[in-house]
């Protein structure tokens, strides 16, 4: 069996945000109709666009590290994907509809942040400067668009939601 490396699981991780951020893309169209608020729609599409971007980022990524773009089946993106289409489902029609697709985004983004902060860092071990740049670039937009759903949250959804 080969030895397991820093570097298998920089792949790995790869291979996991990979899956993860296409699953992301197929869900974000879906939330931005389904949302209520202009501001939600807008917001959904405008990162659904950026995610187009991340996944071009990650194939950079894999090339940089001399491998090829290839998904992994992640449980974890899944089950995130899958607590927002309930919520979908559940929240139909009501006023609170809208915070709760904004909890399942945030939930996402932070799984993202949480996968970026830690591949950046091996690429850094791993003496892969491009790697590091490019995988930065990522987690300040996933920060951006966690921290613009937040206010989002605060001066809109939550209002509505409770009203
Ligand atoms: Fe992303
Ligand atoms: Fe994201």
């Not at 029609?93 to 985004?105: K, Q, T």
């Not at 996968?115 to 950046?120: A, F, P, V």
Request: net charge negative.
């Amino acid at each position: 069996m080969p030895e397991k490396t820093l570097e298998t699981l920089f792949h790995d991780g790869l291979k996991d945000i990979y899956y993860a951020e296409r699953q992301i893309l197929k869900a974000l169209p879906k939330m931005a109709r389904a949302a209520q608020l202009p501001d939600s729609k807008a917001a959904f599409e405008r990162h659904r666009d950026e995610t187009e971007v991340h996944v071009e980022r990650l194939q950079q990524v894999f090339e940089i590290f001399g491998k090829r773009a290839q998904g992994k089946t992640c449980e974890a993106i899944q089950g995130i994907i899958a607590e927002g289409e309930e919520i979908m489902e559940e929240f139909k029609g009501s006023p609170a509809l809208d915070a709760g697709l904004i909890s399942s985004a945030q939930a996402v983004e932070h799984y993202e942040i949480s996968r970026y902060g830690t591949l950046r860092t091996w690429a850094k071990q791993l003496g892969l400067q491009e790697a590091v740049s490019l995988l930065d670039q990522t987690l300040q937009e996933e920060g951006a668009t966690d921290k613009a759903l937040s206010k989002l949250a605060v001066t809109a959804a939550n209002i509505k939601a409770a009203a």
